[in-house]
């Protein structure tokens, strides 16, 4: 028998064309917290990098916004339950195997230091004492919250590919690569607007790196999962994620070519976040969409057993 | 953690930290025998309390209920296919008579025939009604299939549930616990089967509990006990198993084959399988599910290269110039 490689089935049958995997039925929430988690993350990496350097704009730019973010993350989070009054619930475990357990304790710690780090930020402001021993202490917690950042940014891509949602567990190699690189660019973009041109040079840079990263995770989730690719290209997904892309380009190419102005670099930080903003309901939303439609499921399901059989068949 | 606690064959209470746990317990559905009755969907209802799912027309044959829900845990789906009968009527009596106990069971199904000639014995036919064998009629067969919650050997819902509402029974089932269910909905796009599901007015995940607290006290899940015809067969896994293999051999011909059995399959087996008369995905059951944790440990190394990424990257970002 010849060897020929697997044409995907183009019919397929379904119960009535009803979906069989259950789409999440977490609402807008959960797309917005995946962009405020993410630009927390690079907002506490950008204040530790500013402080360690020397960039006092910097620093305060990005723990506050961490703050901010944290707050906002923490507000879309609960009000996304079914049962808000029983969000605590979520502290009874810590458990490996969810990575929303997993998330939970990333996010509480995360919040406890960057939350120590963003109020140092009043020192200044506070009776003598008090402001002294505040310093350190948010000192440490920016350190702290830096080094648990990359979690708070990468753990939301294992959350969403843990599911039997055939786009987002099929994006799996890649989708922490997005996140990460959308969490460094709207860290990068936080720090275009608040640092005057003298500081920003690192907020630049940070921004190419977390554009490339972006960029390169999202081209492969679109275009290496066969027909899991698909939902990330077409209709309201599609439109966000090119969107996304877009921005993305504008923003780097505005935070390279606009170092003199601060406008531009404004602009091009406001790009940053937007691109982040769009590229995070896409996915949310190719997800969803791949988990719509019987096709992504029987399809790719229908494919691996061909290829068992074959397999199975020459072992 | 064992090797299998992931993936692979596995049982599941003594995995979960049960000493001395009772047998795994769990349903074969036979389908071959199924009537489209939906009294399991009612007695599920009335044991259970949940409530109705809306009273919609969904023009799917006789389902009405469309399918597992957060409001129905068992759901009866209806298939109508077109079926070409065989040539000649099957006369179940002389067919029974000449020992062939199947026969009734073929004869329903529309399966292989018998290239005798009938012969006329004065008794009533089963068969349809000036059907002759120089005009045989088409017919269609009538799919039917009782679906329900799976209780996976490695189950996707119990696996994420983030705050241990979700838990393994000493029998090896997966329950919600109501009173801890704080509805993040984490479980129900973890669900390969499509089975739990988000009550809309109540904020929690709701599914079959195999009714838990009938089995602890030794009686047979409503739906099971409701079940005129046996399609739903309550019982030990190991034994539902073998009664199953049988059953399937029997009914080869007619393209029988079982779904969920085998405890190497993506999930790890079901305890909660089937006898399908066609292909999964025409019940709506996924041809091929696999537990999403499976891919865990690979999902996390590469979240934790990506991390690495990210702190290398401002590392860099902040060691450059000043340009």
């Known amino acids: 028998m010849k060897d020929r490689p697997m044409v995907p089935r183009a019919d397929f049958r379904s119960y009535y064309g009803r979906p069989i995997v259950r789409p999440a039925v977490w609402h807008h929430d959960i797309a917005a917290y995946l962009f405020t988690g993410g630009l927390a993350a690079g907002s506490a990496m950008l204040a530790a990098g500013g402080d360690a350097t020397g960039r006092p704009a910097l620093r305060r730019a990005g723990r506050v916004t961490a703050l901010g973010a944290l707050v906002a993350s923490t507000y879309f989070l609960v009000n996304d339950l079914g049962r808000p009054e029983r969000f605590h619930h979520m502290l009874r475990v810590a458990k490996p195997t969810s990575p929303m357990s997993m998330g939970t304790w990333i996010l509480s710690g995360f919040g406890a230091f960057a939350g120590a780090a963003a109020v140092a930020e009043a020192a200044p402001l506070l009776p003598r004492p008090l402001g002294r021993l505040l310093g350190p202490v948010g000192t440490a917690g920016q350190y702290a919250a830096a080094v648990t950042a990359p979690a708070l940014a990468t753990y939301t891509a294992v959350l969403l590919a843990d599911t039997a949602t055939p786009s987002w567990h099929a994006a799996y190699p890649e989708l922490p690569f997005v996140f990460a690189g959308s969490a460094l660019a709207s860290g990068a973009g936080v720090g275009l607007i608040a640092a005057p041109p003298r500081e920003s040079a690192p907020a630049r840079r940070m921004a190419v790196l977390g554009a490339a990263m972006e960029l390169y995770g999202a081209h492969r989730v679109e275009t290496s999962k066969g027909i899991l690719s698909e939902p990330y290209t077409q209709g309201r997904p599609g439109k966000l994620l090119r969107a996304g892309r877009t921005l993305t380009a504008l923003g780097t190419a505005g935070a390279l070519l606009g170092r003199r102005s601060r406008v531009v670099s404004a602009l091009s930080g406001a790009a940053l976040l937007a691109a982040s903003l769009a590229t995070r309901f896409g996915i949310f939303e190719g997800g969803i969409a791949s988990a719509e439609d019987p096709k992504y499921t029987v399809v790719p399901q229908r494919e691996r057993l061909a290829q068992r059989q074959q397999q199975h068949k020459q072992g | ?323």
């Open chain 2, 1 to 323: 953690m064992g090797a299998n606690s992931l993936y692979g064959p596995l049982d599941p209470a003594p995995d979960a930290g049960y000493v001395d746990a009772p047998p795994r317990m769990g349903f074969f559905t036979d389908t071959s025998v199924c009537i489209g009755c939906k009294a399991c969907e009612v007695a599920c209802k009335e044991w259970n309390g949940v409530p109705d799912d809306g009273f919609n027309l969904l023009g799917h044959s006789y389902d009405n209920t469309g399918g597992l829900s957060a409001n129905s845990w068992r759901a009866v789906a209806f298939i109508e296919q077109p079926a070409v009968v065989p040539a000649g009527p099957v006369d179940a009596l002389a067919e029974a008579a000449a020992g062939r106990s199947d026969a009734l069971a073929e004869a329903g199904c529309g399966g292989a025939g018998t290239t005798r000639e009938p012969e006329f014995l004065g008794m009533p036919g089963t068969d349809l009604p000036g059907r002759t064998p120089d005009a045989p009629r088409t017919d269609f067969r009538w799919l039917m299939m009782s679906n329900v919650c799976k209780h996976c050997t490695h189950a996707g819902c119990l696996d994420v549930c983030p705050t241990g509402a979700l838990f393994r029974t000493e029998f090896g089932t997966v329950v919600v616990q109501e009173d801890v269910c704080n509805g993040c909905g984490y479980c129900i796009p973890a669900c390969p089967y499509g089975v739990i599901d988000q009550r809309k007015d109540d904020g929690r995940a709701w599914k079959c509990t195999l009714c838990y607290d009938r089995i602890g006290d030794g009686l047979t899940p409503a739906c099971a006990q409701a079940c005129p015809t046996q399609s739903i067969q309550y019982g030990e896994l190991d034994e539902l198993r073998a009664r199953a293999a049988e059953r399937v051999e029997k009914l080869k011909d007619q393209g029988a084959r079982l779904y969920g059995h085998d405890p190497d399959d993506g999930v790890g087996g079901d305890g909660a399988f089937f006898l399908l008369l066609d292909e999964p995905e025409v019940y709506g059951l996924p041809p091929d599910p696999i537990v999403a944790t499976r891919d865990l440990p690979a999902m996390w190394k590469r979240a934790g290269l990506a991390g690495l990424a990210m702190a290398a990257a401002v590392a860099v970002s902040f060691l450059g110039g000043r340009r």
